[in-house]
């Protein structure tokens, strides 16, 4: 994914596998009005403009990254609370990546192009994924 654009990387709070993302998003784009997934995060990023520009959001599963979505718009959104925060409105399509060790951290994170990890080739329907942990211990090491 290289390019002059800019992708986010962020912590896939709650779900321990890509498919545990998948249903959840899938679960909720009904009662959406246009039927996209989305982040909704306190911050705007600055690079806005980069982002938009083909980048991606890349989800951090117990260690590693292992898919990403593309980032599609930024929409403005008010809490109840009044306060407005930015809608991170997502590609439906969640692609899997290869396994990248990250640490943990809160909110979310640039990630240039050049550092992005290889999407993977479609899997074949009847392959299983290896659990996120053995992903991320072999990533660690350098296995791909």
Not at 9 to 17: E, H, I, N
Not at 48 to 77: C, M, P, T
Not at 83 to 105: G, K
């Amino acid at each position: 994914m290289a390019g002059g654009h800019v992708n986010l990387v962020k912590l896939c709070v709650g779900a321990d596998r890509v498919e545990d993302l998948i249903d959840w998003q899938t679960a909720r784009r009904a009662a959406l009005p246009d039927g996209l997934p989305r982040h909704v995060t306190r911050m705007w990023p600055k690079r806005a403009a980069d982002l938009l520009d083909g980048g991606s959001l890349y989800w951090v599963f117990k260690g590693a990254i292992l898919a990403r979505q593309r980032v599609l718009r930024l929409d403005e959104v008010i809490g109840e609370d009044g306060v407005s925060r930015c809608a991170i409105v997502l590609d439906p399509e969640v692609i899997r990546t290869e396994a990248v060790p990250r640490r943990p951290f809160q909110g979310w994170r640039y990630l240039e192009a050049d550092d992005a990890p290889r999407d993977l080739p479609a899997a074949r329907p009847d392959e299983d994924d290896l659990p996120p942990q053995l992903m991320a211990a072999l990533a660690e090491i350098g296995v791909r």
